[in-house]
C-alpha cells in the first residue's frame, strides 16, 4: 500500500518533502499531489474517492492558514487522515493547529504538530499503521526505534 500526501500549495513542498523523505526510509512508497480544498475543490474530491482503489491505504494532508483540507479529505474518504497543520499565517502555525485539529466528531483527522516534526510524526505514524499488517514495514519501525528514532 501507498500514502497519499496532498498539501495546499506548491509552497508546503519544501517541509512535506520531510514526510516523503521518511517514508522512504521505511520503503513505503508515496506520491505527493498538490491540491486545495479552497482552490481546487473537484481535484480533492476525485483524488479522495479514487484513493483506495488506486493502492493508497494512508492519507497525509498538510495546510497551513485556514486549513479546510485535512478535514475535507476525511469528508472524501474512509482511510486514515494524518493532518499536518503548517506554519505562515498566524503565529507558530496556530491558525492551521486550530483548524486541523478542531475536527467534529465523526470525522476525524489524526492531527500531528506544526511543520517540519509533524510532517515526519506523520510519515513515521503511516508506517506504524502500515506495520500492523506488513512484517517488512514493522521489522524497519522496530529498526527505527532500536537506533535512537533516527535516519
Ligand atoms: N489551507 C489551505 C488550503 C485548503 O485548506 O484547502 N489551500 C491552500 N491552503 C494554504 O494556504 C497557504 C498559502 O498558500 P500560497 O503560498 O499558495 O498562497 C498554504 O500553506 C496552503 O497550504
Redesign the pocket.
Known amino acids: 500500500m501507498k500514502v497519499l500526501i496532498i498539501?495546499?500549495?506548491?509552497?508546503?513542498k519544501p517541509v512535506m518533502q520531510e514526510s516523503q523523505h521518511y517514508l522512504q526510509y521505511f520503503s513505503i512508497e508515496s506520491e505527493m499531489v498538490v491540491a486545495?480544498?479552497?482552490?481546487n475543490p473537484d481535484k480533492v474530491r476525485d483524488l479522495c474517492i479514487n484513493a483506495e482503489q488506486n493502492g493508497f491505504g494512508v492519507v497525509i494532508a498538510a495546510?497551513?492558514?485556514?486549513?479546510?483540507?485535512p478535514g475535507v479529505v476525511s469528508a472524501y474518504t474512509s482511510l486514515p487522515v494524518l493532518g499536518v497543520p503548517?506554519d505562515?499565517g498566524l503565529p507558530g502555525g496556530i491558525d492551521a493547529l486550530y483548524s486541523i485539529v478542531q475536527m467534529p466528531a465523526g470525522l476525524p483527522v489524526g492531527t500531528l504538530a506544526v511543520g517540519k516534526a509533524g510532517a515526519r510524526n506523520a510519515a513515521i505514524l503511516a508506517a506504524r499503521i502500515f506495520a500492523l499488517s506488513d512484517k517488512a514495514v514493522a521489522a524497519r519501525v522496530a529498526a527505527f526505534k532500536q537506533n535512537g528514532y533516527r535516519i
Open positions: 498539501m495546499g500549495s506548491e509552497s508546503d486545495s480544498a479552497h482552490r495546510a497551513g492558514m485556514a486549513a479546510a483540507l503548517l505562515g
